[in-house]
């Protein structure tokens, strides 16, 4: 399970390798926000969970990312590790 970002003029991109897709969702959300910033070793950390569904496994993608960004603007976190479990048809994809 690992990560690389991609950099590009416009923006930065993320490239994950896993063998399942929770686990695929969690290196690309890691991806994602390590991105931003580094997390403050001596910051507070707290758990928080939220529910996605969506009608395929791209759009899983992106509402699972959209969701977490969204929730770390909103709540003004900087999220840094991740578990994430797929309870649907696309668990076996």
Do not use: K, Q
Not at 33 to 45: D, E, L, V
């Amino acid at each position: 399970m690992t990560y690389r970002l991609l950099s590009h003029t416009a923006d930065t991109g993320v490239e994950a390798t896993a063998p399942g897709l929770d686990t695929l969702l969690a290196e690309l959300a890691a991806g994602m926000f390590a991105s931003m910033a580094s997390p403050n070793p001596g910051s507070t950390a707290r758990w928080i969970a939220t529910r996605v569904e969506s009608a395929t496994v791209d759009d899983l993608v992106v509402d699972v990312l959209s969701e977490l960004l969204g929730r770390a603007e909103v709540e003004d976190l900087l999220l840094c590790e991740f578990e994430i479990s797929v309870e649907s048809r696309f668990a076996a994809t």
